[in-house]
């Protein structure tokens, strides 16, 4: 019995050094980043609003399928490096390979929530104007996440840190943070700087055909890319709802103030902490090691997280009141019931994607492919209800 408490002491306590020196440090800057993109979008949110409603209908889809496909792909480089697949550097040839594809997997969401967007919208000048907008943002921010991805999960690899508890949550947020700057900025390029804009839009293009030209599409990856362009093609229809709740209810978020800056971060850490338990959970699977349906140790996991999350989302209501001083000039102070009601809102996502992972798998999808999509957008759906519930009652 004594060696038995032994062991469980010390695997908790190798679990706690992995959350306090891998994921909250991860998760901490990734809620930072987060910030900068929550910055833009307040500072511009009454703009988009009014200007370009499509994009608030396209937005958390954006956000929230981008940092999907190359969760994804995180999640494939770790099992890959894991298993033996991959060599732990930049110039593996599974690299340029899984970039290329994930930046096609990245289009074809972003046509369909363009679809929804004009269709509710029903402007075609204004139509156009976004489907232009965001085909340049996406294959410039495709390529830029690619690399960011690969080096998310290599660099911690060869440091002996588990890539699973640094690399979604660093993806993710990575994605957010490139997201909607590159967006807010060729959206004023395309108003104020056409040629260079049209210029820029066809070096886009070019780039993205180098990147076809030195992949070489094998069988499996066919499988990789059919799979996972069915799970973000289905989850770019349920993305819409986030998208649709967003833009029906952007006067109130406005109104708020505080959520129009938080809206990133808080869907961000929210999707990341879930990406974090469904990797973890894929990656057991692929290794078999996985401890029957219900363990002990993936609830101490979730606990922790948990707490993690809790003291996030008071971090983040901090630093938005500051960032809303700084660039909108208002007054604004903690929000009790989001403090209340944020970590209780962060259990139940993990708790989804941990069933999620095993689910899809005996279901004889690849959780690798699946989860953190699945998991992320799901999360964007759920945090959007939530932000629009505190809003309620704050306003």
């Known amino acids: 019995m004594a060696v038995v408490r032994a062991w469980i002491s010390e695997e908790f306590r190798e679990?706690?050094?992995?959350?306090?020196?891998?994921?909250?440090?991860?998760?901490?800057l990734c809620l930072l980043l987060d910030f900068f993109a929550g910055a833009f979008l307040g500072k511009f949110f009454d703009k988009i609003m009014n200007e370009y409603p499509i994009i608030l209908v396209i937005l958390p889809g954006l956000m929230g399928l981008r940092g999907n496909i190359y969760g994804s792909l995180a999640s494939r480089f770790t099992t890959m490096l894991h298993l033996g697949e991959m060599t732990p550097t930049i110039k593996d040839r599974n690299v340029t390979k899984n970039v290329f594809i994930s930046i096609i997997l990245s289009l074809v969401p972003v046509l369909i929530l363009w679809s929804i967007g004009a269709i509710k919208i029903r402007s075609l000048e204004i139509a156009i104007a976004v489907l232009l907008i965001i085909i340049a943002?996406?294959?410039?921010?495709?390529?830029?996440?690619?690399?960011?991805?690969?080096?998310?999960?290599?660099?911690?690899?060869?440091?002996?840190?588990d890539p699973d508890a640094v690399a979604a949550p660093i993806v993710t947020s990575a994605a957010d943070l490139i997201t909607v700057p590159l967006l807010v900025s060729f959206m004023l390029l395309y108003e104020?700087?056409?040629?260079?804009?049209?210029?820029?839009?066809?070096?886009?293009?070019?780039?993205?055909?180098?990147?076809?030209?030195?992949?070489?599409?094998?069988?499996?990856?066919?499988?990789?890319?059919?799979?996972?362009?069915?799970?973000?093609?289905?989850?770019?229809?349920?993305?819409s709802v986030s998208g649709g709740l967003l833009e029906t209810y952007s006067g109130l978020i406005y109104a708020s103030v505080i959520f129009s800056v938080m809206y990133p971060a808080v869907l961000a850490t929210t999707g990341n902490l879930g990406a974090i338990i469904g990797t973890k959970t894929s990656t057991r699977i692929h290794l078999g090691e996985l401890e029957g349906f219900l363990n002990r140790k993936i609830l101490v996991e979730i606990l922790v997280y948990s707490a993690v999350g809790a003291l996030l989302g008071l971090l983040a209501n901090i630093i938005a009141?500051?960032?809303?001083?700084?660039?909108?000039?208002?007054?604004?102070?903690?929000?009790?019931?989001?403090?209340?009601?944020?970590?209780?809102?962060?259990?139940?996502?993990?708790?989804?994607?941990y069933f999620m992972a095993i689910i899809f798998d005996r279901t004889g999808l690849d959780p690798d492919n699946a989860t953190v999509p699945t998991i992320t957008t799901i999360a964007d759906i759920i945090s959007t209800l939530f932000i629009v519930a505190v809003?309620?009652?704050i306003v």
């Open 15 to 28: 679990f706690i050094r992995e959350v306090m020196l891998a994921s909250f440090p991860a998760l901490l």
């Open 192 to 239: 104020k700087f056409s040629v260079e804009f049209y210029a820029l839009f066809a070096a886009g293009l070019v780039l993205l055909g180098l990147l076809a030209k030195f992949s070489k599409i094998e069988k499996s990856d066919r499988r990789v890319l059919a799979e996972v362009l069915g799970v973000v093609g289905a989850l770019a229809l349920l993305s």
């Open 137 to 161: 943002s996406t294959v410039f921010a495709g390529i830029v996440l690619g690399y960011i991805t690969a080096l998310a999960t290599i660099i911690p690899f060869k440091h002996e840190i």
């Open 391 to 393: 809003a309620h009652m």
């Open 321 to 353: 009141i500051l960032v809303v001083k700084v660039t909108l000039g208002a007054r604004v102070g903690l929000v009790k019931p989001f403090l209340v009601l944020y970590p209780i809102l962060i259990f139940g996502v993990m708790w989804m994607a």
